[in-house]
Every structure is written in structure tokens, then in C-alpha cells.
């Protein structure tokens, strides 16, 4: 076989290979009777008929590619905090009363980040009773402690099938009491760490204003945190449509957790314009954790203009937030000169808390004459 030959059959394998769907490999497991399945009849049928059918607890799992960013989803048992992180996400007890999960995306202690993090997320469902009870979320290098339980592998696993099955859950956290939402959270974790359309379109549909107000909360936290632009743009528009204070609420918190530059616009803009006095007090606070000249910006703007005191006073404390070199000297200018004496007391009282020099030295100046 001559060169040409040989570079178009390794041109042919490769394409093949990249048509094979995510979760061709089972995971790392210790503690489990591990089976492999197919679900190429589609997942959603694969799923229920294993939940129809099986007599004992049981977990089914699988895999599909990860969001851009996303570099280690670890149970919260894992590490002891962000300084003990180094690198490796360890083993993960699927069998243990904590189903929260820890991420990771910056250069673990003692290292660089790896140029390829994890690829895939695993996605399993804990079923008993005829029923899944719980879904749990983790990053494709951790091994997995099924507790002695089996664990039912599912291979050829497409990105939108796995959004539509979890979109249900997801949805039950408006529907149900504590099983539902529970479920909800974990059904949602998985939609928003899915790099797939599928995931952003099924997210936006949380958020519409004709679902329950508890799922357009949680939706928003995901669309700031794991969605980029497209997670902006929806967040843009609650902040704008959406009638409920709580929900608009919430909306500020994922705008401060977004890595899109113009959140912080969308924030500033909450901050001037929002209706709810709560909502603007909230906007400067989460703004403030951002810090930055934009931030102190509004905050001095609210202070000067906003016409509810309760407003004011948010944005006192919220310059009480931004770094000491920053907001002291802010907080000296609005003790000096602003003409409302309770705005003007409480600059006094979080400059009093800062242990600042600053601070003292304008004490004693006051106190002086």
C-alpha cells in the first residue's frame, strides 16, 4: 500500500472515530458489578426500560462532552477545600448522603492546569423502587465507589438525548416537594455543564416567564455560571421581563458570577433602572464583590440619586465591599458631604469596621472640631 493509501485509510479511521458518541468508555470503578449497554434504540426508552425492569437499587450511568471551561466536577467529599486541590479529582462514593459536587477550573496547588482538562461529564442515575431517586454529576477522571451496587453503563449516548431526558427532572422542582427539587438541582447541573445547543435551548425554557418561579431561580445561577454568551443573552432578558422581584433578585447574583464583560453592564443597568428598591440594593451589593471602576460608579450614583433610603444605605455597605485602596476613601468623601445624615451614619459605621488608617485619622479629625 503506497503513502496516499495509507494517509487516506488514517484520514477514514479518524473520521469514524469521531462519529463514535461520548461514553464509548466506562468510567473508573472500584466496588460495583459493572455491565455495558448500548443505547442506540434511543436513550430515553434504554432508561425507563431498565428502571421498569430492575428489582434492587442499582446506578445507570454514562457520558457526554463538557462545556468549555468546566475542568473537574468532583463529589464535595473529595477535597477538604480549594487550597488541598491538586489537580486530580480522586475517588467519588456514589452511596454517600452528599450529592453535592465541587468544580474546579483554575491551576491546581502546587501546578499549572493541564493544557486538556476532562472532556466528558458522567451522568448517573441512582434507581430503586421503579423510580430514579437521585442524579449525580462528576468530571470523566473520577473513579467511581458504586458502594456495591451495580452500575449499568450506557454507551453511543447522543447530547441532545441526554438533555431530554433530563429535562423532566429538572422541570420537577416547580411540581413536587423535597424529592422533586432535590432532583430539579441535580437534573439542571447536569443540562448546564452539557456542551451541546440542546442544553442552552432547554435552559432558556426553565427560564420563561410561564415557568414556576422556584425553577427560574435555579435556572439563572447556571445560565451566569456555566453558559457564556448564550447564558448572558437569557439572563439580559429576565433581568428585563421577568415580573418577579425574587426572581430578578437571583438575576443580579448570576450576572456577578458570569464571565461575559457585558454582565457587568446588565448589572450597573439593574442597579439605575430596576423597580424593586431590593432588587437595585442587590445589584450594587454583587457589583461591589466585582469591584472595579464601573462598580464604584454606580454605587456613587445610588448613593447621590437613588430615591429610596434603603437603597442608600445597600450602597454604603456595598462600597464597604469593594478593596480597602477603593472604597475608604469613598466612604471618608460620603461621611464628609452627603446631606443625608443616615447615609452620612452609616459611611461612619463601615468605616468604623474596616480597621483602616484611614479611617482613624478621619475620626479624629471629626472628633477635633
Same mark, same amino acid.
Given at each position: ?33 459493572? &455491565? ?7 436513550? &430515553? ?40 486541590? @491538586?489537580? %486530580? ?10 450529592? %453535592? ?7 491546581? /496547588?502546587? %501546578?499549572?492546569?493541564?493544557?486538556? %482538562? ?110 457564556? /454568551? ?18 430578578? @433578585? /437571583? ?93 452620612? /451614619? ?24
Amino acid at each position: 500500500m503506497n503513502r496516499s493509501k495509507h494517509h487516506v485509510l488514517a484520514m477514514g479511521m479518524l473520521a469514524l472515530l469521531a462519529a463514535i458518541p461520548a461514553g464509548a468508555q466506562a468510567p473508573r470503578t472500584v466496588n460495583t458489578k459493572l &455491565e455495558t449497554r448500548s443505547a442506540t434504540a434511543g436513550l &430515553e426508552r434504554t432508561v425507563q426500560g431498565i428502571v421498569a425492569s430492575q428489582s434492587s437499587p442499582a446506578w445507570i450511568g454514562y457520558a457526554v462532552p463538557m462545556i468549555a471551561s468546566q475542568r473537574e466536577i468532583c463529589c464535595s467529599n473529595s477535597y477538604r477545600g480549594d487550597a488541598d486541590w @491538586d489537580g %486530580g479529582c480522586g475517588r467519588c462514593r456514589l452511596e454517600h448522603t452528599n450529592d %453535592g459536587v465541587t468544580m474546579h477550573s483554575g491551576a491546581p /496547588k502546587g %501546578g499549572a492546569v493541564p493544557l486538556e %482538562g476532562s472532556r466528558n461529564i458522567l451522568v448517573l442515575f441512582r434507581v430503586e423502587e421503579k423510580r430514579v431517586s437521585r442524579i449525580r454529576t462528576f468530571s470523566d477522571d473520577c473513579e467511581l465507589d458504586a458502594g456495591g451496587l451495580a452500575l449499568i453503563w450506557l454507551t453511543d449516548v447522543r447530547p441532545a438525548e441526554s438533555v431530554a431526558l433530563l429535562a423532566p427532572y429538572a422541570r420537577a422542582g416547580g411540581e413536587e416537594a423535597e424529592h422533586g427539587d432535590r432532583l430539579s438541582h441535580q437534573a439542571l447541573a447536569a443540562i448546564a455543564l452539557t456542551s451541546d445547543a440542546s442544553a442552552d435551548r432547554a435552559l432558556e425554557s426553565f427560564a420563561a416567564p410561564s415557568q414556576p418561579e422556584r425553577l427560574r431561580e435555579q435556572t439563572s445561577f447556571w445560565l451566569g455560571a456555566a453558559r457564556g /454568551k448564550p447564558g448572558y443573552e437569557a439572563l439580559k432578558r429576565m433581568a428585563r421581563e421577568d415580573s418577579s422581584e425574587r426572581v430578578r @433578585d /437571583k438575576v443580579t447574583f448570576a450576572l456577578s458570577v458570569s464571565r461575559e464583560p457585558e454582565a457587568v453592564e446588565e448589572m450597573v443597568r439593574m442597579a439605575k433602572m430596576d423597580s424593586s428598591s431590593h432588587v437595585r440594593g442587590q445589584a450594587l451589593f454583587w457589583l461591589a464583590q466585582k469591584a472595579g471602576n464601573k462598580a464604584g460608579a454606580a454605587i456613587r450614583d445610588a448613593i447621590e440619586n437613588d430615591p429610596e433610603a434603603e437603597v442608600k444605605k445597600h450602597a454604603v455597605f456595598a462600597l464597604s465591599q469593594l478593596p480597602k485602596d477603593e472604597g475608604v476613601p469613598l466612604l471618608i468623601q460620603v461621611a464628609r458631604t452627603n446631606q443625608n445624615a443616615s447615609v452620612r /451614619k452609616q459611611a461612619m459605621f463601615w468605616l468604623g469596621q474596616s480597621n483602616d488608617p484611614r479611617a482613624l485619622a478621619f475620626f479624629e479629625d471629626v472628633l477635633a472640631h
